[in-house]
């Protein structure tokens, strides 16, 4: 069913867990997150939507914390080359 996403990252702990979560976006530009169980039988909880729009990125990048915030943060590149920080802030 993963044909659905048109971009998926993962491996930033956007929940401060301590496990690396997924993000993925939908073809409709709906960003979806999934957050390790750290089961390897059920390894994510049921996706949450965090919102739409995000069909004007064509990259993201969930690289860990990068800027110091209490969580993992998320990099998404618009179509016109402009890079943009979306902070995290442990809670999901």
Same mark, same amino acid.
């Given at each position: 069913?993963?044909?659905?996403?048109?971009? =998926?990252? +993962? %491996?930033?702990?956007?929940?401060?867990?301590?496990?690396?979560?997924?993000?993925?976006?939908?073809? /409709? $530009?709906?960003?979806?997150?999934?957050?390790?169980?750290?089961?390897?039988?059920?390894?994510f909880k049921p996706r949450?939507? =965090?919102? +739409? %729009?995000?069909?004007?990125?064509?990259?993201?990048?969930?690289?860990?914390?990068?800027?110091?915030? /209490? $969580?993992?943060?998320?990099?998404?590149?618009d179509k016109d080359g402009?890079?943009?920080?979306?902070?995290?802030?442990?809670?999901?």
């Open positions: 069913g993963w044909q659905v996403y048109d971009k =998926i990252t +993962g %491996g930033s702990d956007l929940n401060g867990d301590g496990r690396g979560d997924l993000l993925a976006t939908d073809t /409709s $530009g709906v960003l979806w997150l999934y957050v390790s169980t750290g089961d390897t039988r059920t390894p949450v939507r =965090i919102g +739409g %729009g995000w069909q004007t990125y064509d990259l993201l990048l969930a690289p860990g914390d990068i800027a110091g915030a /209490s $969580g993992g943060d998320l990099l998404a590149r402009v890079l943009w920080l979306y902070l995290g802030k442990g809670d999901g």
